[in-house]
Antibody, heavy 120, light 111 residues
Framework: EVQLVQSGAEVKKPGESLKISCKCSGYSFATYWLGWVRRMPGKGLEWMGIIYPGDSDTRYSPPFQGQVTISGDNSINTAYLQWSSLKASDTAMYYC?????????????WGQGTMVTVSS | QSVLTQPPSVSGAPGQRVTISCTGSSSNIGAGYDVHWYEQIPGRAPKLLIYANINRPSGVPDRFSGSKSGTSASLAISGLQAEDEADYYCQAYDSSLRDVVFGGGTKLTVL
């Protein structure tokens, strides 16, 4: 069974750093793109970026370029989303999701989501 | 304001059919990029309903169907059930923005 299991909820202060994870199982991790999607409270879905673990090719949505870093570790089939300095506006639910062919294909399997709360 | 426009809400009685539109432009849907549809039940992760305009993943009931024409796409749900109450999103690539975009989402209420 294909599964994406995300790390637990986080509560952080503005300015702190954070790295959340997405552990993938049941398929060949290196041969599918893995993306991240944000849903802010009361808002819709936003595509943040994707990574191809096979060669670490990474694409970012322009609004998120430079704001977050997407990475992966093939040895443990895990993808990451990280911030170096959180802002209150980063408060949101973050989902990882798998896609076959990059920017034009659908996310067919989703993680359960990680809630990130940034508050002083 | 997304470049893919969806109605904020739709509603229907159990058993009825509803459609949700996703209107784009010549740089996304009209350029031939595939449209995908997702369902998000409150408190749950999104779920893929339709991929590449018309295709249903295994396990998605045939009550759900997708179509695409010109610069628009639509999701139709027939035989509405209470469990269909959710937010629905379309998604496509936009070549002008060089970005993947979601529609603003449509809240379906089953009366």
């Amino acid at each position: 069974e294909v599964q994406l299991v995300q790390s637990g909820a986080e509560v952080k202060k503005p300015g702190e750093s954070l790295k959340i994870s997405c552990k993938c199982s049941g398929y060949s991790f290196a041969t599918y793109w893995l993306g991240w999607v944000r849903r802010m409270p009361g808002k819709g879905l936003e595509w943040m970026g994707i990574i191809y673990p096979g060669d670490s090719d990474t694409r970012y949505s322009p609004p998120f370029q430079g704001q977050v870093t997407i990475s992966g570790d093939n040895s443990i089939n895990t993808a990451y989303l990280q911030w170096s300095s959180l802002k209150a506006s980063d408060t949101a639910m973050y989902y990882c999701a798998r896609t076959r062919a990059g920017t034009t294909s659908a996310f067919d399997i989703w993680g359960q989501g990680t809630m990130v709360t940034v508050s002083s | 304001q997304s470049v893919l426009t969806q109605p904020p809400s739709v509603s229907g009685a159990p058993g009825q059919r509803v459609t949700i539109s996703c209107t784009g432009s010549s740089s996304n849907i009209g350029a031939g990029y595939d449209v995908h549809w997702y369902e998000q039940i409150p408190g749950r992760a999104p779920k893929l309903l339709i991929y590449a305009n018309i295709n249903r993943p295994s396990g998605v009931p045939d009550r759900f169907s997708g179509s695409k024409s010109g610069t628009s796409a639509s999701l139709a749900i027939s035989g509405l059930q209470a469990e269909d109450e959710a937010d629905y999103y379309c998604q496509a690539y936009d070549s002008s923005l060089r970005d993947v975009v979601f529609g603003g989402g449509t809240k379906l209420t089953v009366l």
